[in-house]
C-alpha cells in the first residue's frame, strides 16, 4: 500500500497518474461502461415519452420522479455509505438498476409501454441511484494515495460528461435502428462491468464502526457541510445548474421543435455537449489542476451561463452544436472544480455523507430542471426559457462568490486546507 497521505503539488503529478492503480483504473472504465449505457437509457426515455405524450410538461413531470427520492433519500444514502461496506452497497445498487433497465426494455419491445409505467420505472431507479452514487463517490478516493486526488477527480470528469459524447449518439442510432428498447437493453448489460470490477478489486472499503444512530450520523454530515462554508457554496452552486442549466427535456424540445433535426439530430445535440465535456477534461487534466482551484471555478462557472443564454437563441443548427460545445467543455471543468474543492475537504470518514448532500443538489435538483423547462417553455418559449437559465446561473454565481469569499480564493497549497491529510486514503499500485 502507498502512503496517501503525501501532499505532493498537484501540478507536479503527471496527467494519468491515477491509472498506475489496479483497482482506479477497474472503476474507471467500468463506471464509464455503465455511463455511456445510462445516457443512451436517459437519450431512449426522453424521446419515447415525449413521442407518448407531445407534452413539454408531461416530459418534465418525469424530472418529479427522478427527483423525489433522491432529495428525500440524499442525505440518508450519504450516511449508509459511511456506515457500510462501499464495494458490496454498490454490487447491491448496480444489480438492481440493471434489472429495472431490462424491464423498461422488455415493457417497450412488446409494445405495452405506458407513460405511467416509464414514470415508476424512473421514480425507483432514481431511489437506487441515490443509494449508489455516495458509495461511489465515496469510494474511489480509497483507491488512490491522497496526492492523486485533484488527478483522479479531473480523470473521472471524463466518466459522465465524456460517456455523454457516445451515449446520447449510439442512444439515437438505437432508435432510429432498432427503436428505443435497444437502448434500454445496452443499459441494462452495460451495468455488468461495475459488478465484474467491483469483484476484481483488491481494495477494502469497510468504513469505521459507527455507534451512533444514523439519523445522528446525518445530522452530523448536515452540520459539516453548514459549518464549512467554502463546502456550502460549492453545493449551492450545484443545485444552481441543477435547476437552471442545460437539461435533456429543453435539448429534446429543441430538436424536436425548435430546430427541427429529429433523434438523429437530438443524438448529435447531446454527443456535441459530451465532445465538449471530453475537450474540458482534457483541458482540466493538462492545465486544470492547478492550486487556485477557486478561480477555475468561478471562470468557468460564468463562461458556463454566458454559453447557455446564447445557445438559447442561436440561428442555425451548425451554431448550435458549437455552442453546445463550449457549454460541454467549461461545464465540466466547473464541475471539476466543484469536485475537487469537496474531496479535498471531506474526511473520509464523513465522505459519504458529504457526497451524499452533494448528491441531494445534483441528482435530486437536476430533475427539477426537467420541471421548470417544461413549465417555463409554454410560458416564454424554448429559445427565452434557455438564455433566462444561462444569466440566473451567472447571477447566483457571482452572488455566492461575494457571500462566501474564501470560495474564489480557495487554493490547494493553503495550509488550513490540509487538515485531513493524516487519513488513509491509499491505494495499491500494480
Not at 492503480?21 to 472504465?29: C, G, I, Q, S
Amino acid at each position: 500500500m502507498t502512503n496517501g497521505s503525501s501532499e505532493s503539488n498537484p501540478q507536479s503529478i503527471g496527467r494519468l497518474a491515477a491509472f498506475r492503480y489496479r483497482d482506479f483504473r477497474l472503476f474507471w472504465f467500468s463506471v464509464f461502461t455503465s455511463n455511456v449505457g445510462t445516457w443512451m437509457q436517459m437519450t431512449a426515455v426522453n424521446w419515447l415519452l415525449y413521442k407518448l405524450t407531445k407534452s413539454p410538461l408531461q416530459l418534465g413531470i418525469n424530472g418529479l420522479f427522478r427527483a423525489v427520492p433522491a432529495i428525500a433519500l440524499g442525505i440518508f444514502s450519504g450516511a449508509l455509505a459511511d456506515r457500510y461496506d462501499r464495494k458490496k452497497l454498490l454490487l447491491a445498487t448496480q444489480c438492481l438498476l440493471g434489472s429495472l433497465a431490462l424491464l423498461l426494455g422488455v415493457l417497450d419491445h412488446s409494445e405495452n409501454i405506458r407513460p405511467w409505467h416509464i414514470y415508476t420505472i424512473t421514480f425507483f431507479s432514481a431511489a437506487v441511484s441515490s443509494c449508489d452514487g455516495p458509495a461511489r463517490q465515496a469510494l474511489f478516493p480509497s483507491l488512490i494515495p491522497r496526492a492523486l486526488l485533484p488527478n483522479a477527480v479531473a480523470l473521472n470528469s471524463i466518466l459522465w460528461k465524456g460517456a455523454a459524447l457516445l451515449g446520447p449518439m449510439l442512444g439515437g442510432i438505437a432508435i432510429s435502428w432498432i427503436g428505443t428498447s435497444g437502448a434500454f437493453y445496452a443499459n441494462a448489460a452495460s451495468v455488468l462491468a461495475v459488478i465484474i470490477a467491483l469483484l476484481l478489486m483488491r481494495s477494502h472499503s469497510i468504513p469505521p464502526q459507527q455507534t451512533r444512530h444514523i439519523v445522528d450520523e446525518m445530522k452530523a454530515g448536515l452540520s459539516l457541510v453548514y459549518s464549512e462554508k467554502v463546502i456550502l457554496g460549492v453545493i449551492v452552486m450545484e443545485a444552481t445548474t441543477s435547476i437552471f442549466g442545460l437539461d435533456n427535456a429543453i435539448l429534446t424540445i429543441f430538436a424536436s421543435d425548435i430546430l427541427r433535426v429529429g433523434a438523429h439530430g437530438f443524438g448529435l445535440l447531446q454527443s456535441a455537449r459530451g465532445l465538449g465535456a471530453v475537450i474540458g477534461s482534457f483541458l482540466f487534466i493538462t492545465v486544470g489542476q492547478r492550486p487556485y482551484q477557486g478561480k477555475i471555478l468561478l471562470a468557468s462557472a460564468l463562461l458556463y451561463g454566458a454559453g447557455f443564454a446564447f445557445f438559447g437563441y442561436a440561428p442555425t443548427f451548425t451554431l448550435a452544436l458549437l455552442l453546445l460545445t463550449f457549454v460541454g467543455a467549461v461545464d465540466t471543468i466547473w464541475a471539476s472544480a466543484r469536485s475537487t474543492i469537496l474531496q479535498w475537504l471531506a474526511p473520509d470518514r464523513m465522505r459519504g455523507r458529504v457526497m451524499g448532500i452533494f448528491q441531494l443538489s445534483n441528482q435530486g435538483l437536476n430533475p427539477l430542471g426537467q420541471v421548470e423547462t417544461g413549465l417555463l417553455v409554454p410560458v416564454v418559449g424554448a429559445r427565452a426559457a434557455a438564455a433566462l437559465g444561462g444569466l440566473i446561473v451567472s447571477a447566483i454565481t457571482l452572488a455566492t462568490a461575494l457571500k462566501v469569499s474564501e470560495l474564489p480564493r480557495f487554493n490547494l497549497d493553503a495550509p488550513h486546507r490540509k487538515r485531513n491529510s493524516g487519513e488513509n486514503l491509499s491505494g495499491s499500485s500494480e
